[in-house]
């Protein structure tokens, strides 16, 4: 109970803030006011239970399912599309994460080793013909997006080499099981209604026609996909295929009758 009392005075200053930032708020997306609300909230779980790391690698992991792109680079290289650079929530999360790992090694001065390195001999061929292909590409501004996912994936990888231990793998598989089985009752309700986007499921899309604005009017034969929020339906068809046999596989594993069947 002492531990989340903390959370008192962080809802105060929170109401606080809300209060004096209404007039500004009133004029944002509602897109960008779930996000900050979301980040309320996980800002209150971070400061009321002192696990700023698996919280945080908990979140990013849900993260990655929520497919949406923001071109703020356009007006540097050009509008490409999703051929060009782009970012997303996650790599917001990521930068936490490493900002956190910075903080434990260069203030706490925690001691870093890498649990494995092994994972150099799969990633460095795909980094090396990728930093080659630069030198003749049609499109540099192309070229560049994919060294830059590239770059982003061998942080990845170095990043759970550091800080990645059977404690954080659980974090891991929770995550994944939250975000595939809330994008799974998501996709249901895709299909069900009609209906494209969480705000429009719920009656928040908008008013008038984007309200009403749904599958069947992009497609007038009937065609309906569930993808979630990740824009496709075979983006969360490739996560449940890559997910589903691993924890069929942990719920095997379970004593309980009732744990396996969750």
Do not use: C
């Not at 497919?67 to 509008?79: E, K, M, T, Y």
């Not at 061929?125 to 560049?144: G, N």
């Not at 830059?148 to 659980?170: C, D, Q, T």
């Amino acid at each position: 109970m002492g531990t989340w009392a903390r959370t008192i005075p962080i809802g105060v200053l929170t109401g606080i803030v809300v209060g004096s930032a209404t007039p500004m708020v009133s004029s944002l997306h509602r897109r960008f006011i779930a996000l900050g609300v979301l980040s309320l909230v996980m800002l209150t779980v971070v400061l009321a239970t002192g696990r700023a790391r698996e919280a945080f690698l908990f979140a990013w992991v849900v993260s990655l399912t929520y497919n949406r792109q923001f071109w703020s680079f356009a007006p540097i290289v050009g509008d490409h599309g999703a051929f060009g650079p782009y970012w997303m929530i996650s790599d917001l999360l990521l930068l936490v994460l490493i900002a956190l790992w910075i903080h434990e090694a260069a203030v706490l001065k925690r001691p870093q080793r890498a649990r494995d390195w092994s994972f150099l001999r799969w990633y460095a061929p795909f980094a090396i013909v990728a930093a080659l292909s630069v030198v003749d590409a049609p499109e540099p501004v192309w070229a560049l997006s994919d060294l830059i996912r590239m770059a982003k994936l061998g942080l990845v990888l170095v990043y759970v080499s550091y800080n990645v231990g059977p404690r954080e793998w659980w974090v891991v598989m929770a995550a994944l099981g939250a975000a595939i089985s809330l994008q799974s009752i998501l996709g249901i309700v895709t299909v069900s209604t009609g209906r494209l986007g969480v705000l429009a499921m719920i009656g928040l899309g908008g008013s008038g026609e984007a309200a009403a604005f749904g599958v069947h009017e992009i497609y007038p034969e009937g065609f309906r996909r569930a993808h979630g929020t990740l824009a496709h339906a075979p983006y969360l068809g490739a996560f449940l295929v890559l997910t589903v046999p691993v924890f069929i596989a942990l719920a095997l594993t379970l004593r309980t009758r009732g744990g396996r069947l969750m």
